[in-house]
Protein backbone atom coordinates (compact mmCIF):
# COMPACT_ATOMS: atom_id res chain seq x y z
CA UNK A 1 0.00 0.00 0.00
CA UNK A 2 1.23 3.86 -0.34
CA UNK A 3 2.47 4.59 2.55
CA UNK A 4 0.28 8.36 2.05
CA UNK A 5 -3.15 6.11 2.07
CA UNK A 6 -1.94 4.74 5.57
CA UNK A 7 -1.02 7.93 7.35
CA UNK A 8 -4.28 8.60 9.53
CA UNK A 9 -4.51 12.33 10.73
CA UNK A 10 -6.15 11.32 13.94
CA UNK A 11 -3.21 8.81 14.93
CA UNK A 12 0.56 9.35 14.82
CA UNK A 13 3.05 6.85 14.01
CA UNK A 14 6.46 6.04 14.50
CA UNK A 15 8.55 4.91 11.16
CA UNK A 16 11.86 2.82 10.53
CA UNK A 17 14.78 3.56 8.79
CA UNK A 18 17.72 0.75 8.18
CA UNK A 19 20.94 0.31 6.52
CA UNK A 20 21.71 -2.60 4.63
CA UNK A 21 24.51 -4.41 6.80
CA UNK A 22 28.14 -4.07 5.36
CA UNK A 23 28.29 -7.46 4.93
CA UNK A 24 26.10 -10.70 4.73
CA UNK A 25 27.51 -12.30 7.53
CA UNK A 26 25.78 -9.51 9.39
CA UNK A 27 22.43 -10.42 7.48
CA UNK A 28 21.07 -12.76 10.18
CA UNK A 29 21.57 -9.69 13.25
CA UNK A 30 20.05 -7.20 11.07
CA UNK A 31 16.92 -9.27 10.68
CA UNK A 32 16.58 -9.86 14.35
CA UNK A 33 17.08 -6.18 14.46
CA UNK A 34 13.92 -5.82 12.35
CA UNK A 35 12.29 -8.53 14.48
CA UNK A 36 12.92 -6.77 17.78
CA UNK A 37 11.51 -3.67 16.65
CA UNK A 38 8.75 -4.69 14.82
CA UNK A 39 6.72 -5.20 18.21
CA UNK A 40 6.87 -1.59 18.16
CA UNK A 41 4.32 -1.42 15.12
CA UNK A 42 6.46 1.04 12.67
CA UNK A 43 3.96 2.35 10.23
CA UNK A 44 6.77 1.43 7.63
CA UNK A 45 10.26 0.95 7.75
CA UNK A 46 12.51 2.45 5.19
CA UNK A 47 15.83 1.21 3.70
CA UNK A 48 18.58 3.48 2.86
CA UNK A 49 20.32 3.09 -0.94
CA UNK A 50 23.92 2.61 -1.94
CA UNK A 51 25.21 4.72 1.39
CA UNK A 52 28.02 3.08 2.93
CA UNK A 53 29.28 0.37 0.42
CA UNK A 54 25.93 -1.24 0.28
CA UNK A 55 24.78 -2.61 -2.70
CA UNK A 56 21.39 -1.65 -4.61
CA UNK A 57 21.00 -5.48 -4.62
CA UNK A 58 21.68 -5.39 -1.10
CA UNK A 59 18.70 -2.41 -0.87
CA UNK A 60 16.11 -4.17 -3.02
CA UNK A 61 16.48 -7.69 -1.30
CA UNK A 62 16.62 -6.32 2.34
CA UNK A 63 13.42 -3.88 1.33
CA UNK A 64 11.30 -7.23 0.18
CA UNK A 65 12.70 -9.18 3.07
CA UNK A 66 11.33 -6.81 5.16
CA UNK A 67 8.09 -6.59 3.39
CA UNK A 68 7.10 -10.11 2.70
CA UNK A 69 8.45 -12.05 5.87
CA UNK A 70 7.59 -9.35 8.63
CA UNK A 71 4.47 -7.76 6.71
CA UNK A 72 6.04 -4.27 7.22
CA UNK A 73 5.25 -1.62 5.05
CA UNK A 74 8.17 -0.79 3.15
CA UNK A 75 10.18 2.15 1.70
CA UNK A 76 12.92 1.79 -0.66
CA UNK A 77 15.46 4.99 -1.23
CA UNK A 78 16.16 5.48 -4.71
CA UNK A 79 19.22 7.82 -5.67
CA UNK A 80 19.64 8.30 -9.41
CA UNK A 81 22.48 10.88 -9.66
CA UNK A 82 24.96 8.66 -11.63
CA UNK A 83 22.28 6.25 -12.53
CA UNK A 84 20.48 6.13 -16.36
CA UNK A 85 17.01 5.56 -16.51
CA UNK A 86 17.45 1.75 -17.54
CA UNK A 87 19.26 0.93 -14.26
CA UNK A 88 16.78 2.82 -12.03
CA UNK A 89 13.69 1.27 -13.84
CA UNK A 90 15.51 -1.88 -13.41
CA UNK A 91 14.88 -1.68 -9.71
CA UNK A 92 11.54 0.28 -9.58
CA UNK A 93 10.67 -3.29 -11.80
CA UNK A 94 12.00 -5.36 -8.93
CA UNK A 95 10.56 -3.29 -5.89
CA UNK A 96 7.07 -4.30 -7.81
CA UNK A 97 7.68 -7.26 -8.42
CA UNK A 98 8.99 -7.92 -4.86
CA UNK A 99 5.17 -5.75 -3.61
CA UNK A 100 6.66 -3.25 -2.57
CA UNK A 101 5.13 -0.17 -3.09
CA UNK A 102 6.97 3.19 -1.64
CA UNK A 103 10.24 4.67 -3.33
CA UNK A 104 11.98 7.50 -1.26
CA UNK A 105 13.29 9.87 -4.49
CA UNK A 106 16.59 11.02 -3.81
CA UNK A 107 19.31 12.48 -5.82
CA UNK A 108 22.17 11.28 -3.88
CA UNK A 109 25.24 12.82 -2.70
CA UNK A 110 27.56 14.43 -5.08
CA UNK A 111 31.04 12.43 -5.35
CA UNK A 112 33.28 13.75 -2.64
CA UNK A 113 36.65 14.05 -4.69
CA UNK A 114 34.69 16.27 -7.40
CA UNK A 115 34.24 14.40 -10.52
CA UNK A 116 30.89 12.98 -11.77
CA UNK A 117 29.73 9.60 -11.98
CA UNK A 118 28.17 9.66 -15.29
CA UNK A 119 30.06 11.13 -18.27
CA UNK A 120 27.13 11.27 -20.40
CA UNK A 121 24.18 13.73 -19.96
CA UNK A 122 21.82 11.80 -17.72
CA UNK A 123 17.85 13.33 -17.84
CA UNK A 124 18.33 12.31 -14.10
CA UNK A 125 19.99 15.42 -12.40
CA UNK A 126 17.90 15.81 -9.59
CA UNK A 127 15.45 14.40 -7.17
CA UNK A 128 12.69 16.06 -9.21
CA UNK A 129 13.79 14.14 -12.36
CA UNK A 130 12.96 11.11 -10.79
CA UNK A 131 9.99 11.81 -9.09
CA UNK A 132 8.67 12.14 -12.87
CA UNK A 133 9.93 9.37 -14.32
CA UNK A 134 8.52 7.23 -11.13
CA UNK A 135 5.13 9.37 -11.36
CA UNK A 136 4.59 8.58 -14.80
CA UNK A 137 6.29 4.78 -14.95
CA UNK A 138 5.03 3.54 -12.09
CA UNK A 139 1.82 5.22 -11.39
CA UNK A 140 1.37 2.76 -8.49
CA UNK A 141 4.36 3.61 -6.39
CA UNK A 142 3.81 5.78 -3.38
CA UNK A 143 6.83 8.19 -3.54
CA UNK A 144 8.55 10.03 -0.31
CA UNK A 145 11.27 12.77 -1.21
CA UNK A 146 13.59 14.21 1.60
CA UNK A 147 13.11 18.04 3.20
CA UNK A 148 15.75 20.20 4.92
CA UNK A 149 14.91 21.72 7.54
CA UNK A 150 18.27 23.54 7.69
CA UNK A 151 18.76 24.26 3.84
CA UNK A 152 20.26 21.92 1.64
CA UNK A 153 24.14 22.38 2.20
CA UNK A 154 24.54 23.28 -2.12
CA UNK A 155 21.09 25.08 -2.08
CA UNK A 156 22.06 28.74 -3.69
CA UNK A 157 19.17 29.69 -0.68
CA UNK A 158 16.40 28.42 1.61
CA UNK A 159 13.84 30.40 -1.12
CA UNK A 160 15.71 28.31 -3.86
CA UNK A 161 15.97 25.04 -1.81
CA UNK A 162 11.89 25.34 -1.05
CA UNK A 163 11.11 26.11 -4.43
CA UNK A 164 12.99 22.46 -5.71
CA UNK A 165 10.94 20.86 -2.30
CA UNK A 166 7.92 22.02 -3.91
CA UNK A 167 8.50 20.68 -7.62
CA UNK A 168 8.83 17.34 -6.27
CA UNK A 169 5.55 17.68 -5.07
CA UNK A 170 4.12 19.05 -7.88
CA UNK A 171 5.57 16.72 -10.12
CA UNK A 172 3.85 13.73 -7.79
CA UNK A 173 5.45 12.91 -4.75
CA UNK A 174 2.74 12.48 -1.73
CA UNK A 175 5.16 13.24 1.73
CA UNK A 176 8.76 14.26 2.29
CA UNK A 177 10.85 13.09 5.25
CA UNK A 178 13.35 15.54 7.09
CA UNK A 179 16.77 15.83 7.17
CA UNK A 180 17.89 15.22 10.79
CA UNK A 181 17.69 17.97 13.31
CA UNK A 182 18.51 18.64 16.99
CA UNK A 183 16.09 21.55 17.27
CA UNK A 184 12.58 21.33 16.96
CA UNK A 185 12.09 25.02 15.98
CA UNK A 186 14.28 24.37 12.74
CA UNK A 187 11.38 21.75 11.79
CA UNK A 188 8.32 24.01 12.84
CA UNK A 189 9.88 26.70 11.10
CA UNK A 190 10.48 24.50 7.83
CA UNK A 191 7.35 23.54 8.01
CA UNK A 192 5.52 26.87 8.13
CA UNK A 193 8.04 28.54 5.58
CA UNK A 194 6.71 24.94 3.30
CA UNK A 195 3.41 25.82 3.87
CA UNK A 196 3.83 29.73 3.31
CA UNK A 197 5.33 28.42 -0.08
CA UNK A 198 2.57 25.89 -1.37
CA UNK A 199 3.36 22.70 0.39
CA UNK A 200 0.58 21.10 1.65
CA UNK A 201 1.80 16.95 1.75
CA UNK A 202 2.92 15.77 5.40
CA UNK A 203 6.46 16.58 6.38
CA UNK A 204 7.62 13.83 8.44
CA UNK A 205 10.31 15.10 11.15
CA UNK A 206 13.52 12.59 10.53
CA UNK A 207 15.11 11.92 14.03
CA UNK A 208 18.65 10.96 14.91
CA UNK A 209 19.83 10.06 18.17
CA UNK A 210 23.18 10.69 18.94
CA UNK A 211 25.13 7.58 20.11
CA UNK A 212 28.99 8.55 19.27
CA UNK A 213 30.79 11.93 19.59
CA UNK A 214 33.02 11.25 16.20
CA UNK A 215 30.66 9.83 14.06
CA UNK A 216 27.67 12.76 14.55
CA UNK A 217 30.54 15.45 14.18
CA UNK A 218 31.49 13.37 10.74
CA UNK A 219 27.62 13.54 9.72
CA UNK A 220 26.66 16.79 10.25
CA UNK A 221 30.01 18.00 8.65
CA UNK A 222 28.58 16.42 6.06
CA UNK A 223 24.71 17.07 5.74
CA UNK A 224 24.84 20.51 6.23
CA UNK A 225 22.97 19.86 10.00
CA UNK A 226 24.02 21.79 13.39
CA UNK A 227 24.26 20.57 17.13
CA UNK A 228 22.72 23.41 19.34
CA UNK A 229 25.79 24.46 21.50
CA UNK A 230 24.33 23.80 24.61
CA UNK A 231 23.90 19.96 23.35
CA UNK A 232 27.21 19.80 22.15
CA UNK A 233 28.42 20.85 25.56
CA UNK A 234 26.26 18.06 26.66
CA UNK A 235 27.63 15.59 24.57
CA UNK A 236 31.48 16.54 25.02
CA UNK A 237 31.05 16.38 28.68
CA UNK A 238 29.57 13.13 29.10
CA UNK A 239 32.02 11.79 26.34
CA UNK A 240 34.48 12.95 28.65
CA UNK A 241 33.29 11.76 31.75
CA UNK A 242 31.85 8.31 30.70
CA UNK A 243 33.14 7.92 27.39
CA UNK A 244 31.00 6.29 24.41
CA UNK A 245 27.54 4.72 26.76
CA UNK A 246 27.71 8.12 28.30
CA UNK A 247 26.97 10.10 25.14
CA UNK A 248 24.74 7.55 24.08
CA UNK A 249 22.83 7.88 26.79
CA UNK A 250 22.58 12.24 26.47
CA UNK A 251 21.98 11.24 22.71
CA UNK A 252 19.47 9.16 23.31
CA UNK A 253 17.60 11.57 26.01
CA UNK A 254 17.69 14.12 23.45
CA UNK A 255 15.96 12.68 20.75
CA UNK A 256 13.18 11.07 22.85
CA UNK A 257 12.68 15.04 24.00
CA UNK A 258 12.64 15.74 20.49
CA UNK A 259 10.07 13.04 19.49
CA UNK A 260 8.08 14.04 22.50
CA UNK A 261 7.57 17.29 21.75
CA UNK A 262 7.01 17.07 18.17
CA UNK A 263 4.01 14.35 19.19
CA UNK A 264 2.43 16.78 21.03
CA UNK A 265 2.77 19.65 18.57
CA UNK A 266 0.51 17.17 16.86
CA UNK A 267 3.36 15.56 13.89
CA UNK A 268 1.75 12.88 11.44
CA UNK A 269 4.89 11.07 12.82
CA UNK A 270 7.95 10.66 13.65
CA UNK A 271 10.43 8.74 11.32
CA UNK A 272 13.74 7.48 13.60
CA UNK A 273 17.24 7.13 11.95
CA UNK A 274 17.58 3.44 13.61
CA UNK A 275 21.13 2.87 13.13
CA UNK A 276 19.92 -0.30 13.32
CA UNK A 277 20.60 -0.65 16.58
CA UNK A 278 17.35 -1.66 18.40
CA UNK A 279 18.49 -0.91 22.00
CA UNK A 280 18.92 2.32 21.15
CA UNK A 281 15.20 2.85 19.59
CA UNK A 282 13.51 0.81 22.16
CA UNK A 283 15.06 3.07 24.73
CA UNK A 284 14.36 6.60 22.20
CA UNK A 285 10.71 5.01 22.28
CA UNK A 286 10.49 4.43 25.77
CA UNK A 287 7.29 6.32 27.34
CA UNK A 288 6.29 7.91 23.65
CA UNK A 289 2.29 8.64 23.08
CA UNK A 290 1.75 6.80 19.14
CA UNK A 291 -0.43 4.97 18.39
CA UNK A 292 1.83 1.69 17.43
CA UNK A 293 2.75 1.70 21.01
CA UNK A 294 2.79 -1.82 22.48
C1 LIG B 1 15.43 11.37 4.71
C2 LIG B 1 16.70 11.25 3.86
C3 LIG B 1 17.13 10.00 3.42
C4 LIG B 1 18.29 9.88 2.63
N1 LIG B 1 18.66 8.63 2.19
C5 LIG B 1 19.75 8.50 1.39
C6 LIG B 1 20.13 7.23 0.85
O1 LIG B 1 19.48 6.21 1.12
N2 LIG B 1 21.22 7.16 0.05
C7 LIG B 1 21.94 8.27 -0.28
O2 LIG B 1 22.92 8.14 -1.02
N3 LIG B 1 21.62 9.51 0.21
C8 LIG B 1 20.53 9.64 1.02
N4 LIG B 1 20.18 10.89 1.50
C9 LIG B 1 21.04 12.05 1.19
C10 LIG B 1 20.63 12.75 -0.12
O3 LIG B 1 20.90 11.90 -1.22
C11 LIG B 1 21.46 14.03 -0.22
O4 LIG B 1 21.05 14.95 0.75
C12 LIG B 1 21.57 14.67 -1.59
O5 LIG B 1 22.68 15.57 -1.59
C13 LIG B 1 20.34 15.46 -2.03
O6 LIG B 1 19.31 14.64 -2.33
P1 LIG B 1 17.83 15.25 -2.61
O7 LIG B 1 16.98 14.13 -3.03
O8 LIG B 1 17.40 16.10 -1.51
O9 LIG B 1 18.18 16.16 -3.89
P2 LIG B 1 17.40 17.32 -4.66
O10 LIG B 1 16.02 17.53 -4.15
O11 LIG B 1 17.56 17.04 -6.11
O12 LIG B 1 18.26 18.61 -4.26
C14 LIG B 1 19.68 18.60 -4.34
C15 LIG B 1 20.24 20.01 -4.40
O13 LIG B 1 19.97 20.59 -5.68
C16 LIG B 1 19.12 21.73 -5.57
N5 LIG B 1 18.15 21.57 -6.66
C17 LIG B 1 17.12 20.72 -6.71
N6 LIG B 1 16.49 20.80 -7.90
C18 LIG B 1 17.17 21.72 -8.63
C19 LIG B 1 17.02 22.25 -9.94
N7 LIG B 1 16.05 21.83 -10.76
N8 LIG B 1 17.91 23.18 -10.36
C20 LIG B 1 18.91 23.61 -9.56
N9 LIG B 1 19.09 23.16 -8.29
C21 LIG B 1 18.24 22.21 -7.83
C22 LIG B 1 18.52 21.69 -4.18
O14 LIG B 1 18.24 22.99 -3.67
C23 LIG B 1 19.61 20.99 -3.39
O15 LIG B 1 20.61 21.90 -3.01
C24 LIG B 1 19.03 11.05 2.30
C25 LIG B 1 18.62 12.30 2.78
C26 LIG B 1 17.46 12.42 3.54
C27 LIG B 1 17.03 13.77 4.03
Given at each position: ???????????Q???????????????????????????????????????????????????????????????????????????????????????????????????????????????????????S????????????????????????????D????????????D?????????N?L?????????????????I????????????????????????????????????A??A?????????????????????????????????????????????????V
Amino acid sequence: MKIIDIINPATQFISLEYFPPKTREDWPGFFRTVQRLAVLKPLFASVTYGAGGSTNIDSLEIVSRIQQEYGIETMAHLTCLGSNTSEVSQFLHGLAAAGVSNVLALRGDLPQDGSVETPLPSPLQYASDLVSLIRSSFPAMGIGVAGYPEVHPEAASAVADLSYLKLKFERGADFAVTQLFFDNNLYYDFVTRARAAGVTRPIIPGILPVVSLKVIKRIVSLCGATIPAEFLAELEQADQAGGAAAVQKVGVAHARRQAQELLAAGVPGVHIYTLNRAEVVVDLVEGLNFTGAV
